[in-house]
């Protein structure tokens, strides 16, 4: 168990640093290998997720929807956590689900009501708001 903590911690710093770094593909690959490693621990699926988005082919639907299983996944281990809600109503938006933008927003504000929770909050509601008046107007 100690050999798989410290594998995972490196993973994870690693990611962290690929994040930092602009390098979004290699951290996607090691936030991969460190949920093989703890398959428990929703950072390693939020981080994963939140790599994916920020890589160049964050458009390709396929991209897409593996970053949102991760997210999804990340809030069943932890739904307290308002992190993964917010990039799951991002995601949300610029695939036009506004609806479910808009539950995962109010989830998010429910547990997690701080001024970084109200403010992603705000720009994600605008952005879908301008999504949607492009789409009518």
């Known amino acids: 168990a100690g050999k798989t903590t410290l594998a995972r911690a490196v993973l994870m710093a690693l990611g962290v640093t690929d994040l930092q770094t602009g390098k979004a593909g290699d951290a996607a690959a090691h936030f991969g290998t460190a949920k093989t490693l703890a398959p428990n621990d929703y950072r390693c699926y939020y981080l994963r997720a939140m790599a994916l988005m920020r890589s160049g082919q964050s458009k390709d639907p396929g991209v897409q929807a593996e970053a949102i299983s991760d997210l999804r996944h990340a809030i069943a281990l932890d739904p307290h956590q308002a992190g993964p ?24 504000l429910r547990v997690a009501p701080n001024e970084s929770t109200r403010s992603i909050s705000f720009r994600c509601c605008a952005a879908g708001r301008v999504r949607n008046r492009n789409r009518t107007g």
């Open 85 to 108: 809600r917010t990039s799951l109503a991002e995601l949300e938006i610029g695939r036009g689900q506004l609806a479910a933008a808009e539950r995962e927003l109010r989830e998010a």
